[in-house]
């Protein structure tokens, strides 16, 4: 489906930060190719300068027996892990509540995801997640949601 990674290298409050997003493969068919995707991106994350913190966000499609077979290497973390696994913020692809598109099974998945690497070099802050919501639950006027996957937003402090 010619997916790509997105990456923008920023300074942020004298931090450099690597920020990545892609759109992996869809449909449960692709389930190879999305797992080669999402190892591409976790080797991207872990070569990553030591003074650099590596923030991946995005629409992974991912399944969770598919980030369990292909493994999360230690100093990368799941910010819905990392922040305790709220509920509110479990399912970012819900057919049951999002009528964006029509389904003929309703599904509930979490498909959207962010990962954090921090950065470990001596004397360089430390970033640590506090918060994450689920945004895009309204409705516009015109009677539909802004997409058929909720958005997320994380809220981060430097130590």
């Known amino acids: 489906m010619m997916r790509n990674l997105l990456i923008a290298r920023v300074m942020f409050r004298g931090q450099k930060v690597c920020l990545m997003t892609s759109h992996f493969e869809s449909c449960k068919a692709n389930s190879e190719e999305r797992m080669r995707q999402f190892k591409a991106v976790i080797k ?6 030591d003074d650099v913190t590596v923030l991946f966000g995005g629409d992974t499609n991912l ?14 973390c799941d910010l819905w892990e990392q922040l305790g696994e709220p509920e509110k913020c479990r399912y970012t692809w819900d057919t049951w509540a999002n009528t964006n598109k ?4 309703k599904n ?3 498909f959207d995801r ?9 004397g360089v802050p430390l970033v640590e997640p506090h918060s994450m919501t689920l945004v ?3 409705k516009l006027r015109c009677g539909r949601y802004t997409s058929d996957h909720w958005g997320i937003y994380c809220t981060f402090s430097f130590k």
């Not at 962010?114 to 470990?120: Q, S």
């Open 44 to 49: 991207r994350m872990s070569v990553a300068p």
């Open 63 to 76: 399944r969770d027996y598919e980030v369990a077979t292909v493994g999360m290497p230690e100093g990368i």
């Open 102 to 105: 029509e389904m003929r099974f």
């Open 108 to 110: 509930r998945l979490r």
């Open 114 to 122: 962010v990962y954090l690497r921090r950065a470990v070099s001596d």
């Open 136 to 138: 895009g639950l309204e």
